[in-house]
């Protein structure tokens, strides 16, 4: 740790950005490996796919993973950094895809939302309309 004689102080900006770099590492990896898995699941399983609330859900995963894949590793590098070397194009792309990500998990919870509300308070007439396909759909729509 580099000390300053002028005023007695140390200069704790090198061991701030580190720790931040590992936490946003360890969270970057360990949710990659859980989206993953959520994903992996509600595709593989047979039984998960027929399930409004799991498309919903995997809706999510996958928001959450493309967000981890794109903008956690970049908001890593500056803060190891302090300096952007990749361009302006690069530089205004992280937060392009942050933005749309938001909102793509903004809408899917509200949509699992009014699907809940939906199922419980209206559940005789939404019963006929809450279907898979329907939430499919939906969450294609959310992307779009």
């Not at 899917?108 to 308070?121: E, G, H, K, Q």
Request: glycine share 4%.
């Amino acid at each position: 740790m580099p000390f300053s004689i002028i005023n007695g102080t140390t200069d704790y900006t090198n061991i701030v950005s580190i720790a931040t770099a590992s936490v946003l590492c360890f969270t970057c990896i360990c949710g990659v490996l859980g989206n993953t898995i959520v994903i992996g699941v509600g595709i593989l399983k047979r039984k998960y796919q027929n399930n409004v609330t799991n498309c919903y859900i995997i809706n999510l995963a996958i928001t959450d993973l493309l967000f981890l894949l794109v903008s956690v590793p970049l908001t890593t590098y500056l803060s190891m950094q302090k300096a952007w070397i990749f361009g302006e194009f690069l530089c205004k792309i992280p937060f392009y895809f942050a933005y749309v990500l938001l909102q793509a998990t903004c809408y899917t919870l509200a949509a699992m939302s009014i699907d809940r509300y939906l199922t419980i308070v209206h559940e005789g007439w939404y019963r006929r309309y809450r279907k898979p396909k329907y939430a499919l759909i939906i969450c294609i729509l959310i992307w779009t």
